[in-house]
């Protein structure tokens, strides 16, 4: 009796070392949280044909082109800047072109800024376009796109006789959009902030 009583015992112990602990078990795959400051913004630098209200956490850099092997950097055109945002590695591209006073040439780039956002689509989950109408009744083209893309806002603004004003987002990290959900939407703010203080010069 006391034999089986041991065997038993011992059957015990082997199978309590076989149960995994609480902590053994694999935890759901989840995201880095991201704390995002508040929205503060000031006035962007002087010399420029169009004036608007920057971030306090983006630096105002010119667009630079790179040409050829000997990486000779260049500006791009002028005016041509990006709104660089440190902290994630992100920013809003601004393009801007003089009209003078030519609608065809108007049109030609509203064709463009809806041609390079519809660039993204074999990776998008779904593009939107809309127009949105300012505060003081000015329009904008906005061009949202959904999904593993490299842009998830685009839009454009003009007075359609002087000036037409181009603007992307982009996130330069490898980091899937779901996670980056937060920043994607802090840069939105900004850029529709962009476009509600935009005034021409």
């Known amino acids: 009796m006391m034999k089986y009583l041991g ?7 082997l199978l309590a070392c076989e149960q995994k602990q609480v902590g053994d078990v694999p935890r759901p795959k989840g995201y880095n949280r991201i704390d995002l400051p508040a929205a503060q913004y000031a006035p962007l630098e002087a010399g420029h044909p169009y004036q608007f209200e920057v971030s306090k956490y983006a630096q105002v ?15 791009a055109e002028p005016h041509w800047i990006y709104l660089y945002y440190p902290r ?10 003089p009209l003078g ?17 519809y660039k993204h689509q ?3 989950a779904g593009i939107h ?21 490299a842009t998830s806002l685009q839009f454009f603004t003009t007075d359609s006789t002087k000036h037409f004003l181009r603007g992307a987002i982009y996130v330069k990290t490898a980091t899937q959009n779901d996670s980056l959900a937060p920043v994607i939407r802090f840069l939105k703010q900004d850029a529709l902030h962009l476009i509600q203080t935009l005034s021409w010069k």
């Open 101 to 117: 006073g030519d609608k065809q040439k108007m049109k030609a780039l509203i064709n463009d800024a809806f041609a390079l956002a």
């Open 61 to 75: 850099i010119p667009d630079t082109v790179t040409i050829g092997n000997k990486k000779e950097v260049f500006k």
């Open 129 to 149: 376009d809309y127009i949105m109408t300012t505060s003081d009744g000015r329009k904008a083209g906005l061009i949202e796109l959904n999904g593993e893309v």
């Open 122 to 124: 074999a990776k998008a």
């Open 88 to 97: 994630w590695d992100a920013f809003i591209q601004i393009t801007y072109k």
């Open 7 to 13: 065997i038993v015992g011992l059957l015990f112990s």
